[in-house]
């Protein structure tokens, strides 16, 4: 399958700085990643859509100031996490889709932990 | 009303007996679907995509899909304990746009050797 490369795998901060996560695609081009997020025990839930060369898109309730999206290329996104708290602390995982299938690929997640 | 439904188990199999997981959706219009594996820890990892009612088999993993019903499931034969994991149902609105996908809560199986 399409392979989705995400780094760093873990990182740990404190209260008040900024982490950036990078999402590459790396045998493909992926004009559209998909930002999720994931608490212990629960689903995944999409933070934002992606858009390369465009803004992306929030979904409700998700802070687009404080969760910084960036998609310069057509295989690199990135997700900044402004002013990290420690309820920001979760699993941050990038996917992106090949092809018109629709099937979505993911990386291989950031675990995030905000002293 | 969740919009994907699974019932979160654990669901406890035999080595070598058949799981047997089951995902309802709300979207009547909802055109694609697919099940991911996710081991604790660890980032989704596709599993089947399914497009069409009807049955669809790759190696141990059939998926079923029944429109009508709002209903997929996923059957895993001969169960090993390596399948062990959280299995996420995801579905894909006619009107979404592609690759933006709705998760189900996932159902863990656990595989007692």
């Known amino acids: 399958g399409a392979v989705v490369s995400q780094h760093p795998s873990r990182v740990i901060c404190k209260s008040g700085t900024s982490v950036k996560i990078e999402c590459r695609s790396l045998d493909f081009q992926a004009t559209t990643m998909f930002w999720y997020r994931q608490f212990p025990k629960q689903s995944l839930m999409l933070m934002a859509t992606?858009?390369?060369?465009?803004?992306?898109?929030?979904e409700q309730g998700v802070e687009k100031d404080k969760f910084l999206i960036n998609h310069a290329s057509l295989t690199l996104s990135t997700l900044t996490v402004t002013s990290a708290h420690p309820e920001d602390s979760s699993f941050y995982i990038c996917s992106a889709r090949t092809g018109t299938t629709g099937e979505l690929f993911f990386g291989e997640g950031s675990r995030l932990t905000v002293l | 009303q969740k919009e994907v439904e699974q019932n979160s188990g654990p669901l406890s199999v035999p080595e070598g007996a058949i799981a047997s997981l089951n995902c309802t959706y709300s979207d009547r219009v909802s055109q694609s679907f697919f099940w991911y594996r996710q081991y604790s820890g660890k980032s989704p990892e596709l599993i089947m995509s399914i497009y069409s009612n009807g049955d669809k088999e790759d190696g141990r993993f059939t998926a079923q899909l029944n429109k009508a019903s709002q209903y997929v499931s996923l059957l895993i034969r001969d169960s090993q304990p390596s399948d062990s994991a959280t299995y996420l149902c995801a579905v894909m609105g006619k009107g979404d746009s592609w690759g933006k996908l709705q998760f189900g809560a996932g159902t863990q199986v656990v595989v007692t050797p």
């Open positions: 992606s858009n390369e060369g465009s803004k992306a898109t929030y």
